[in-house]
């Protein structure tokens, strides 16, 4: 098995389990790299030791980041145990990279109001969502019709991180410029349909199970791009979700705009959702499932942020 047909098996997998596509860009290139390392040497003939170089190398040469490391030995993992059926040993002799203490950046009320006065259109949706749903951005721009439950005030938020669904709030304060949006995207479906288009890509394998769903209002993306893509795999032509790069350029003109000094981006709504929640004496498990952290301990770290001034305590220049 040659190093293309090995990734387009990986590649393959990782669809049919349901990774998300930046997953497996990430994964495909990592194996890509780890391939090359080794002067393209077949990973089956490799093992731990040469993971272990591998991992090694990337934080003394390369000096990537805790994060980065791990992301690499998720996708050696992965391709191991999940395409070679290849049992992998102890991984302990690598030199890892430490992974830095950071106190999230958080805006303050009166800055999240200013930032988002000069957010407009798509933006200021996104905005409003990432601050008033505590969603990521990705999570934003992948949220299709469906999931918009006005009666109820609700947003379910479908495989988000580590593939998991949640259920969070819909501010009242986005639900009229929420339904204005959505009926400018339905008049763009509709045109869409009327020139032979309207199609959208299905997660996973629904579009073999329904194969005209792709196609129907409900699945389309609540914030779709302005213009048609060709997808080379299906040979067809669909209307992806709004590009995030977009949403990032418009935070950072926001930011300058509104005069903050903070190192702000898109993420920096969703630690302000957080933060204000907890001021406002709501239960930090409350606010762990409103932003889908597994573990308690990482929503934790927004408590930090609300001992302002040194742990609380108030220098003795102010007494």
């Known amino acids: 098995m040659g190093e293309r047909k090995l990734l387009e098996v990986v590649r393959d997998s990782l669809r049919t389990q349901n990774y998300s596509y930046r997953t497996e860009k990430t994964y495909i ?33 390369q000096k990537v980041a805790a994060s980065t490391q791990n992301q690499a030995l998720s996708a050696l993992l992965f391709l191991y145990k999940r395409i070679l059926r290849k049992e992998i040993g102890w991984i302990g002799n690598i030199q890892r990279a430490r992974k830095p203490k950071k106190i999230p950046v958080v805006f303050t009320r ?5 930032v988002m006065l000069h957010l407009h259109g798509k933006c200021w949706l996104m905005g409003a969502l990432m601050y008033g749903s505590g969603l990521r951005l990705m999570e934003c721009l992948r949220l299709r019709v469906k999931d918009l439950d006005f009666a109820c005030r609700q ?29 400018r995207v339905k008049s763009l479906h509709e ?11 299905l997660p996973g394998a629904l579009r073999r199970k329904y194969p005209n769903a792709d196609k129907e209002w ?55 959702f957080a933060t204000h929640l907890l001021e406002n004496g ?29 742990m609380g305590v108030k220098s003795p220049m102010d007494y």
């Not at 090359?36 to 040469?61: A, C, D, S, W």
């Not at 938020?157 to 959505?182: A, C, N, W, Y």
Request: proline share 3%.
């Open 155 to 183: 947003i379910t938020v479908r495989s988000g991180k580590g593939q998991k669904d949640r259920l969070t709030m819909m501010p009242e304060s986005v639900i009229s410029p929420l339904k204005t949006h959505l009926q």
């Open 110 to 114: 009166e800055e999240v109001k200013k």
């Open 29 to 61: 290139n990592w194996i890509r790299k780890y391939i090359l390392f080794h002067n393209k040497r077949h990973p089956k003939e490799m093992g731990e030791r040469e993971i272990n170089q591998f991992l090694t190398y990337l934080v003394v040469n």
């Open 191 to 201: 045109k869409d349909l009327a020139e032979g288009f309207g199609s959208v890509r």
């Open 218 to 272: 409900r699945w389309q993306y609540v914030c779709p791009a302005s213009t048609r893509y060709f997808d080379p795999e299906d040979k067809e032509h669909r209307r992806h979700h709004f590009h995030e790069s977009a949403v990032q350029r418009a935070m950072k003109d926001a930011i300058e705009k509104a005069c903050i000094t903070k190192t702000g981006s898109c993420h920096t709504l969703r630690h302000s």
């Open 282 to 310: 709501h239960d930090i498990r409350t606010v762990q499932e409103l932003l889908g952290h597994q573990d308690v301990r990482t929503t934790m770290i927004y408590t930090h942020v609300l001992n302002r001034g040194g």
